[in-house]
């Protein structure tokens, strides 16, 4: 099962060909059916991981987030992600409603990294907006009005200030004691944004939003450790973007949701330079340990079984369908 999560995961083998990687490698004929069965028996094992890993998340002082839409054999709907350095955990929505947001995250002290998306507005903790991603739509503004010189009269200081700050975080990294002493520039650059009139649209729309997010655009020059962009959340999307490029449609939103767990602990490992494998065969269930060499040492066996009283759901299906087929044999003499 180890073996099938790492090679499903990490090198996104499908189902036909990880059953000719059984056979052979290992001399093993595993059914495609048998996969399901494999991943349903990990996330169980490995649920309370899961949580743990979204707890630490909740606890922590900076949480990344994302989100991303796929499209799904019974329907559609949203992953979305939270990131630190030292975690990840992946969550399947049927839509981009963000109220589940101010439940699951009221205990959360620390600061929130995120893109201009609305739902990430009505929060109660401190904010820090992606500023790669105002970047990005203050380039298309340029592109799109090349002759708009009050456009560049806010564009250009606001790029020469943010290029000041990258180079000190370059020289000092991303510590407060350094990056607070460009304070004093932003909230001048703030204050002449506020008093300027500006006649073109494309200006007036860029005024009114820096203005409104003022408080969320420099948050990091406050606090230690906190990035001014929301790269760890876009990089650990972009596996759920592999994934829905290698199964399309394929898969229900119950199959996405476990395959998820999965995930979670993958990119888990991955941004802590964990072995994903090793983690797995360890039989230990919390990380932290496991990158601690806290590892527990026990004798298993040497071919694995289903746990007590565990039913595959393949199994079941059958049995059900020999029950009809019995059902409808007798209802003839039965009449």
Not at 47 to 60: D, E, S, V
Not at 297 to 305: C, D, S
Request: a positive charge; glycine letters at 6%; proline letters at 2%.
């Amino acid at each position: 099962m180890s073996w099938f999560a790492y090679q499903h995961i990490t090198h996104r083998l499908g189902v036909r060909s990880l059953a000719a990687l059984f056979y052979e490698t290992f001399g093993v004929r595993v059914n495609f059916w048998e996969f399901t069965d494999f991943r349903h028996l990990l996330v169980h094992k490995y649920r309370k991981t899961y949580n743990m890993l979204l707890a630490q998340l909740i606890a922590g002082p900076v949480l990344h987030v994302d989100e991303t839409e796929i499209k799904l054999k019974d329907g559609g709907g949203y992953v979305w992600v939270f990131a630190s350095t030292s975690a990840t955990v992946y969550i399947f929505r049927h839509s981009r409603e963000g109220e589940f947001l101010r439940q699951m995250l009221k205990d959360f002290k620390g600061v929130l990294v995120s893109d201009f998306y609305s739902a990430y507005d009505g929060l109660r903790c401190s904010q820090q907006r992606c500023l790669i991603h105002l970047m990005r739509d203050m380039n298309r503004a340029i592109l799109d009005n090349p002759f708009d010189q009050e456009l560049q009269s806010i564009t250009e200081p606001f790029g020469a200030l943010l290029r000041s700050i990258v180079t000190t975080i370059d020289q000092h990294g991303l510590k407060r004691r350094y990056l607070q002493t460009h304070a004093k520039a932003v909230g001048a650059f703030f204050d002449a944004l506020a008093e300027r009139f500006y006649e073109s649209d494309s200006c007036k729309a860029l005024q009114e939003r820096l203005l409104r997010n003022r408080q969320r655009l420099f948050t990091f020059l406050q606090h230690d450790g906190v990035s001014w962009n929301n790269n760890l959340a876009e990089n650990a999307i972009k596996r759920v973007s592999d994934y829905r490029e290698d199964v399309g449609r394929s898969v229900k939103a119950a199959g996405l949701a476990e395959y998820l767990v999965l995930l979670s602990l993958f990119q888990t490992c991955r941004v802590r330079d964990i072995s994903f494998l090793k983690f797995l065969l360890s039989r230990e269930h919390d990380i932290n340990a496991f990158a601690a060499g806290k590892r527990r040492r026990r004798r298993t066996p040497r071919v694995e079984i289903y746990p007590k009283g565990y039913l595959p759901p393949s199994i079941v299906s059958l049995r059900r369908g020999k029950s009809r087929q019995a059902s409808d044999v007798m209802a003839p003499e039965n009449e």
